[in-house]
């Protein structure tokens, strides 16, 4: 039951991302549908490697296979933001109340909790992804709907957004010192982040933490643009 809820959960963020970081955007109509075509491509690619086991420890060496997908999925993100201007400036038109509030869908992590308590993913991994996730989720919401209403204090939301991307950085340190069957296994007690590497719990870090990683590269380069550094406002 709680892998079906992950697969339709996971499936739903990821289109609301990709829907609301383009659809939203100001990028010209054949950008937007080149950008839908290759979101809609790397799940598909996802999905069907983890169908197939590509995933599972051990498929492709010492090294998690998840990892490549994610440093894949975050490397073309990062060359697109540096090379692509259409790309940066699509991104910078998202209003900033829409970016915050896509964090909210980071409740979900309540599934590691979860997955640590039926025996699935081991301490500290799933306990700290889980609890880190929600509070930030916890913490868009407000800023959000603040942001959304009237000027919001620009420190609250560099602290925010900085605790946010940090929060990522960790879990994804702590999956992979938890890796079992790898040579920088720190954490050996358990499962690990067994659990990551197969459907519909890949779609974590292969989809969903890039894409998060990006909102936050996003909204740091919107607050820098303020022309007032003091305030932020729905922009």
Do not use: C
């Not at 039926?118 to 991994?125: D, I």
């Not at 996730?133 to 800023?143: C, E, F, I, Y």
């Not at 296994?185 to 998060?212: E, H």
């Amino acid at each position: 039951m709680l892998d079906m809820i992950g697969a339709i959960a996971g499936t739903a963020v990821y289109a609301v991302i990709v829907g609301v970081l383009i659809g939203w955007s100001t990028a010209r109509r054949p950008t937007k549908l080149r950008l839908f075509t290759a979101a809609g491509w790397w799940a598909a690619l996802i999905v069907t490697l983890g169908a197939v086991g590509a995933f599972e420890p051990g498929a492709i060496g010492p090294i998690p296979a998840p990892v490549f997908a994610f440093v894949g999925l975050l490397g073309l993100l990062a060359a697109a933001w540096a090379r692509w201007p259409e790309f940066r400036r699509a991104l910078l038109g998202v209003p900033l109340p829409a970016l915050l509030a896509l964090n909210v869908a980071r409740l979900g992590g309540i599934a590691f909790i979860l997955l640590t308590a039926s025996g699935r993913l081991s301490e500290p991994f799933g306990p700290v992804a889980g609890v880190g996730d929600m509070a930030v989720a916890a913490l868009a919401v407000p800023l959000a709907v603040r942001a959304a209403g009237e000027a919001v204090r620009a420190g609250w939301l560099k602290a925010w957004n900085v605790a946010g991307a940090l929060d990522l950085v960790v879990a994804i340190a702590l999956g992979l010192l938890s890796a079992p069957g790898t040579p920088f296994q720190i954490f050996a007690d358990g499962p690990g982040s067994l659990a990551m590497t197969s459907l519909p719990w890949v779609m974590v870090p292969a989809l969903l933490v890039p894409l998060f990683l990006l909102i936050h590269v996003t909204i740091a380069a919107k607050l820098a643009a303020l022309p007032h550094p003091a305030v932020a406002v729905a922009r």
